[in-house]
């Protein structure tokens, strides 16, 4: 089993649509949380961070965090052609120097 | 206030070879994290440095090493490459933890390392 797992898509999804995109963990002393996109050929840029469970939300996005079921994830409204991109999910135990990725959903927003 | 900034963007070696790339962090940042990533795979941990200590290591052979120095710069070098060592070195910078939280890391474009 995988430490941080992701459908790695593609996700196709209609321009002005809800993205919605999702991750599960395996650590269950995991308490740090982050999404990042990453265009073709360039590096992560972090979305966001999340470390309680719940909803966060941040303009068009809002990530959500369920650590009973090891799931967060990440949903993206209205959707633009801009936000087409890989999505990578990122866990971090506690205190632990390490973060783990997950292999990323690519997601492709069509007009 | 600049980002997280790498050298060399690009760089080709053959195999048998040395390699060190090097990461800035940003202002105010003592934590620097490595990562390499391969083609259709996220990033992979390779080493964490806070306060010119090594916090952490990935699974990685002991070919790879790094070391940072008293303005929180930090090298990665890699010995008697290999070509499956041809990927994305990333370079991530974060604020020390809070509370036993990991901060978020903030990455450099990274080098692209092709070993011919």
């Known amino acids: 089993q995988k430490e941080v797992e992701q459908n790695s898509g593609p996700l196709s999804v209609p321009e002005g649509a809800i993205a919605s995109l999702n991750c599960t963990y395996s650590?269950?002393?995991?308490?740090?949380f982050f999404w990042y996109r990453q265009y073709s050929g360039k590096s992560p840029e972090l979305i966001m961070s999340?470390?309680?469970?719940g909803d966060k939300e941040d303009g068009r996005f809002t990530a959500q965090l369920n650590k009973a079921s090891q799931y967060v994830s990440l949903l993206i409204r209205d959707s633009q052609p801009s936000d087409s991109a890989t999505y990578l999910c990122?866990?971090?135990?506690?205190?632990?120097?390490?973060?783990?990725f997950g292999s990323g959903t690519r997601l492709s927003i069509r007009p | 206030d600049a980002g997280v900034t790498q050298s060399p963007t690009h760089l080709i070696k053959t195999r048998g070879q040395q390699v060190t790339l090097r990461c800035s962090p940003i202002?105010?940042?003592?934590?620097v994290s490595w990562y390499q990533q391969v083609l259709g795979q996220g990033p992979q941990f390779i080493f964490q440095?806070?306060?010119?200590?090594?916090?952490g290591r990935g699974n990685f052979p002991d070919r790879f090493s790094a070391r940072q120095f008293p303005n929180y710069s930090s090298e990665l070098n890699v010995n008697a490459l290999l070509l499956g060592d041809s990927a994305l070195y990333l370079c991530?910078?974060?604020?020390?933890?809070?509370?036993?939280?990991?901060?978020?890391?903030?990455f450099g474009d990274g080098t692209r390392l092709s070993i011919l």
């Open positions: 650590d269950r002393g995991s308490q740090s």
């Open positions: 990122a866990v971090s135990p506690w205190s632990a120097s390490k973060i783990i």
């Open positions: 999340i470390y309680s469970n």
């Open positions: 991530a910078s974060s604020s020390r933890h809070q509370d036993g939280l990991n901060q978020p890391q903030h």
């Open positions: 202002s105010g940042h003592k934590s």
């Open positions: 440095y806070y306060e010119k200590e090594e916090r």
